[in-house]
């Protein structure tokens, strides 16, 4: 069994680690798209440098293949730790891909799509403070931080009053809300300088170049 629980999670991070917002980008115009916009491969800076097509393909993808990861970590893993571990592991990957030197997305939409199976309620809690956020401020890096940090808090306080979820769901949870957070240093950084460009503004850089901001999500 415990063999076959490392097989799963080596496949949760590989599956999860797989760059759609880079792929089809390379396969349509045969650029980088790290080199383009935010510099980011997830579903925000497709849809800002590629359309809107690509980029809701990009979101659903990068959503469902953490989901796939937490189901089948679900049914074929040994133990109930297995399927956090395994959503921890997609968006690990998707964060850290390995096909593409380790530079990858914000994991946003992989972490939703991973915890929307395992703790449903503690997920829409994020997706409430993120929407909230991004509607009255229109910065989607502090929607996307505030939300991831309102997932792992929430997560406690749900099992903590009524023991919703397990102790290895909260701290999996915690921990992918924090490399949510990490994964957003840059955009941090634009905000305490009044830099950050907020939903609805074109990024200098949309056309290509270096970038010099991020935005949220991917």
Known sequence: MMSTDILLLLGSYLVGAIPFGYLFTKLRT??????????NIGATNVLRTQGPLWGALTLALDFGKAALAV???????????????????AVFGHCYPVYIGFRGGKGIASGFGAFIFISPAAAFCGVAVFSAVVGLTR????????????????????????GWYDIPTCWAGLCVALLLVARHHKNIRNMIRKEEPRLGEKDRDSQGGVPETEQANG
Not at 71 to 89: E, T, V
Not at 146 to 153: D, K, M, P, V
């Open 139 to 162: 910065l989607v890096a502090l929607g996307s931080i505030l939300g991831s940090l309102a997932f792992g808090a929430s997560l406690f306080l749900l099992h903590a009053f009524w």
């Open 30 to 39: 045969g650029a980088d798209i790290r080199e383009k916009g935010s510099g």
């Open 71 to 89: 189901n089948c970590c679900r049914y074929f893993g040994s133990a109930p730790w297995m399927i956090p571990a395994g959503g921890f592991a």
